[in-house]
Structures are given as structure tokens and as C-alpha cells.
């Protein structure tokens, strides 16, 4: 990742930290969700937080790939989308406009 | 009667299994897990692009500092992107299946969708099957 301060590529860090966040908290409802009841707080809020981006992997899923493969599948869209972004932002320095 | 629909079941299930086989199979070719295993040559034309990127994204990551430092060994970002593209390609060739699960109001999966998603997969995988034919690797 690029070496700049946090605050003069905001526009950057931000979707960057906010896909990363989802990133980690997809890998711990992955791995909690065999050994943790789905009744718990902790559960739920890792529930109410993901279920968005869920619900979007899940359209454009076939239904027969099981739940926490679209754990899976929506960890790799989440990094695709960190490497995309990544690359928007070198060439936008590339091309002097930042 | 109830034999029959056994039958049946027993070989729509042999069936499903076998395209995710082969849906598997093409996923893993169009990355080029084969060359971790018994051939190091690539032959999809993405292949040092993808590099490239997942290299350059993970640059002074923990990841990076991992792979450099203690395991050093660089050749682990080859191995990666195999299976990034291999991953993606399952990902990417899944959205026509899906769309059309949804179009059709499907609560399970058919064949048929099964079809789209092996077929869409194929069509991703088709720049990497043509420089098999011609012989050209990367």
C-alpha cells in the first residue's frame, strides 16, 4: 500500500480501511459461524454489519454455492475491489492528478 | 417406480457433481494452478498483469513482509495470483448463472444454470485455451 499520511489521500484510505474492515470481519464470521451460535450479540452484530454486502454477493451467486462459501466469495470481491481501487489511485498520481 | 426415480436422482447428482469437476478444472487451468504442480509455464495472457497488481497491492503489507522476510520466498506471489485468477474466474463466469436463476425465480439450482456457469467459464478461459493450442506460453 502506499506510504502517505492518512489524511492527504483520504479519498483513498478511506474505502481502503472501510473494505479491509469488511474483509476481517467476513474472515471472523466465517470462522465463528461453526463454533457460535447465531443467537449470540457478538453473532448478530457481525450479522447486522456483513448482511449488506451478503445480500449483494449473494445476487450475483448461483444458489447452489452453500452460505459460508459466499463468505468466501464475497472476501474475494471485497479484495478485488481493495486492488482496483489501489490501482485507480497509483495511476491517478501517475497521470499528476492528485 | 421408486427405482427409477432413484436412478434418476442418483445420476442428476452425477451429473451436477461432474460439471463442478470440470467447472473446476477450467478455473484452476485459466490460473495456472497446473504449473505449481507439474509444468511451470502460464499460458493465460493475464497472467504477469494480475502479478503485477497483486504484487504492487501488497507492497509493505504484513503479507509482503511475511513472504520477503521469513518465508523468503517471492515465487509464493506467482502462487497467489494462480489462485486469484482461478478464484476470480469462478467468481466472474457464476453472474450469468445467477442472473438467470433470478430472472427465472429458481429457489435451487438446475442444469441448466450449472450449463451457464460452466459455459461462461469456458468463455473466460478462452484466451488461455487458445495460446494452449498455439503453444505459446508466458
Not at chain 2, 421408486?2 to 436422482?9: F, G, K, S, V
Not at chain 2, 503489507?61 to 478464484?87: C, K
Request: charged share 10%; hydrophobic share 55%; with cysteine.
Amino acid at each position: 500500500m502506499p506510504s502517505a499520511s492518512s489524511l492527504s489521500y483520504w479519498y483513498f484510505q478511506g474505502p481502503s480501511l472501510l473494505l479491509a474492515a469488511l474483509v476481517y470481519l467476513l474472515v471472523v464470521r466465517l470462522i465463528l459461524g461453526p463454533l457460535v451460535s447465531a443467537d449470540t450479540p457478538l453473532m448478530r452484530v457481525l450479522a447486522a454489519i456483513t448482511n449488506p454486502v451478503m445480500k449483494a454477493v449473494g445476487a450475483i451467486t448461483p444458489r447452489m454455492v452453500p452460505t459460508a462459501l459466499v463468505i468466501v466469495f464475497a472476501i474475494m470481491w471485497l479484495l478485488s475491489a481493495r486492488i482496483l481501487l489501489h490501482q485507480a489511485f497509483l495511476a491517478r498520481r501517475l497521470f499528476g492528478l492528485s | 417406480m421408486a427405482e427409477l426415480d432413484q436412478e434418476r436422482r442418483a445420476s442428476m447428482l452425477f451429473g451436477r457433481r461432474a460439471a463442478l469437476v470440470c467447472l473446476a478444472a477450467i478455473a484452476a487451468f485459466n490460473g495456472s494452478l497446473h504449473a505449481l504442480v507439474f509444468e511451470s509455464v502460464t499460458y493465460s495472457p493475464v497472467f504477469d498483469s494480475v502479478s503485477y497488481y497483486v504484487s504492487t497491492f501488497a507492497q509493505g503489507s504484513y503479507f509482503d513482509a511475511v513472504v520477503r522476510g521469513m518465508l523468503e520466498s517471492p515465487q509464493l506471489y506467482q502462487n497467489v495470483t494462480s489462485m486469484f485468477i482461478a478464484a476470480m474466474t469462478l467468481l466472474i463466469a457464476g453472474i450469468p448463472a445467477a442472473i438467470y436463476e433470478r430472472i427465472r425465480g429458481l429457489k435451487s439450482s438446475t442444469p441448466l444454470s450449472l450449463g451457464i456457469w460452466l459455459a461462461a467459464a469456458v468463455l473466460l478461459s478462452l484466451p488461455t485455451i487458445v495460446q494452449l493450442i498455439n503453444g505459446e506460453e508466458f
